[in-house]
Nanobody, 115 residues
Framework: VQLQASGGGLVQPGGSLRLSCEAS????????VGWFRQAPGKQRELVAS???????YYTDSVKGRFTIARDNAKKTVNLQMNRLKPEDTAVYYC??????????WGQGTQVTVSS
């Protein structure tokens, strides 16, 4: 299983970015898919997730600003991030989760929110 994350970059506060994660080598539709982030000196945290039935979860700090969506046919999951704040700066990782012994991580993509 391979995950390829893309879409990170430098954006000003209030701007938008769209992260994408494309999977290969597996049946994508059976996995819960999540986006995590890790800022310097902090633990990795779950930002948003979407399960096989389409139910979503967002951490409180991104509710109303971020939207997660999956396309099972294309084996992709996107994270639309709007009204970005400096505290959103982190390396963002996508993860496929089926069980503790069947989870896969992407390589991470840097998001920097700064003026």
């Amino acid at each position: 299983v391979q995950l390829q994350a893309s879409g990170g970059g430098l954006v000003q506060p209030g701007g938008s970015l769209r992260l994408s994660c494309e999977a290969s080598g597996t049946i994508f539709s059976i996995y819960e898919v999540g986006w995590f982030r890790q800022a310097p000196g902090k633990q990795r945290e779950l930002v948003a997730s979407i399960n096989p039935d389409g139910m979503t979860y967002y951490t409180d700090s991104v509710k109303g600003r971020f939207t997660i969506a999956r396309d099972n046919a294309k084996k992709t999951v996107n994270l639309q991030m709007n009204r970005l704040k400096p505290e959103d700066t982190a390396v963002y990782y996508c993860r496929l989760y089926y069980s503790d012994s069947a989870q896969y991580w992407g390589q991470g993509t840097q998001v920097t929110v700064s003026s």
